[in-house]
């Protein structure tokens, strides 16, 4: 069974701090899709980054970075200059696929974060 | 309209009522999903359509029932509920296998 581990609850920090939130995630699958999303007090739950197993180049996207180690199973995500807008709760997940088509999305938990002037 | 929208956004419900949730998606694809959240839970898959085609039920109570008249359209039809069954449910469609999910707000659902 897949299975995503978000060991940090809540991350409180102050205002242009830089922040890792990490994800571990299990699979016996050789190919496989990792995701971030991010679910902002309104609820709606946003789509950040999707990795693909084979590719483990480091992504930056603005003051977002993703770093993805396989050796690990990890798939971290770092927030650079952090602002008080970053504020919500940041899921990770893991893809499996279904037969007939779409695909399963197993979550973590989630970590709330809070960034504070 | 874009994106993934869902109606309503709120419903409050007694336990002897039937109501239906609907989504939509206005984004042209093929799979469309439904899931609960509850409070310090993970976010739990509980149907998932492909072209209309049920592909996953994820042993979800009777209680529930899905409809997927087209691949835009998705309905959540529900009856005697619990009050544990009170969540956030959301839907969210994707182009297919492996791709992301793209949500839709989701609608607040309390049970009394």
């Known amino acids: 069974a897949q299975k995503v581990t978000q060991a940090q609850t809540e991350i409180s920090v102050v205002e242009k701090e830089d922040v890792t939130l990490d994800c571990v995630y299990e699979t016996r699958d050789t190919t496989y899709y990792l995701f971030w999303y991010k679910q902002p007090p309104s609820g709606e739950l946003v789509f950040l980054i999707r990795r693909n197993s084979f590719d483990e180049q480091n992504e930056i996207s603005g003051r977002y970075s993703w770093n993805f180690q396989k050796s690990t199973s990890s798939f971290n995500f770092t927030i650079t200059a952090s602002q008080v807008v970053d504020s919500a709760v940041y899921f990770c997940a893991l893809s499996e696929a279904i037969t007939g088509g779409g695909n399963k999305l197993t979550f973590g938990t989630g970590t709330q974060l809070k960034v504070e002037l | 309209e874009t994106g993934v929208t869902q109606t309503p956004r709120h419903l409050v419900m007694g336990m002897t009522n039937k109501k239906s949730l609907k989504c939509e998606q206005h984004?042209?694809?093929?799979?469309m999903y439904w899931y609960k959240q509850s409070a310090k839970k993970p976010l739990e898959l509980m149907f998932v359509y492909n072209f209309k085609e049920q592909t996953e039920n994820n042993s979800v109570p009777s209680r529930f029932s899905p409809e997927c008249p087209n691949s835009s359209h998705l309905f959540l039809h529900l009856h005697t509920l619990q009050p544990e069954d009170s969540a956030l449910y959301l839907c969210a469609s994707s182009e297919g296998t492996d791709y992301e999910q793209y949500f839709g707000p989701g609608t607040r659902l309390t049970v009394t």
């Open positions: 984004l042209g694809h093929n799979a």
